[in-house]
């Protein structure tokens, strides 16, 4: 059975509490309302538009269209936002992951020789 992606979008947005309008959608998606409602009448809705919605409303829409996550996987744009930072920024938390990193590696070596020391020399 093939869901209608426009009604199951309108039927969430309709049950939002607090109440969000369809001129305040549009405004925050870039869009006309009368685009809004057009989608609303489209079965087929494009999973690329409902991924909009769901950013632009802080909810993930593969619970209600669980094939949507194919199409998810096979975005090539980030679906999380990046912030800028400054070089002093990027140098320190490039130190924080290299220290981590070498702490793990260190821990690793640790258990690699507690390992090799118990092997029954015998054996």
């Known amino acids: 059975m093939l869901i209608h992606r426009g009604k199951v979008l309108q039927k969430f947005i309709e049950n ?4 969000v ?3 305040a959608l549009a405004r925050k998606l ?3 309302r009368t685009t ?3 989608h609303f009448r489209n079965d087929k809705l494009d999973y690329s538009t409902v991924l909009k ?3 632009a409303l802080k909810h993930d829409f593969s619970v209600e269209f669980p094939d949507m996550l194919t199409y998810i996987s096979h975005v090539e744009e980030p679906l999380t936002e990046y912030r800028t930072m400054s070089v002093a920024e990027a140098l ?4 924080y992951w290299k220290d981590k990193y070498i702490a ?11 390992q090799l020391n118990q092997v029954d020399p015998g054996a």
């Open 92 to 95: 320190k938390e490039r130190d």
């Open 104 to 114: 793990l590696m260190e821990k690793h070596n640790e258990l690699i020789m507690q």
């Open 21 to 23: 309008t369809v001129a």
């Open 53 to 55: 919605y769901g950013k």
């Open 16 to 19: 939002l509490n607090p109440k």
């Open 30 to 32: 870039g869009y006309d």
């Open 36 to 38: 809004i409602y057009q």
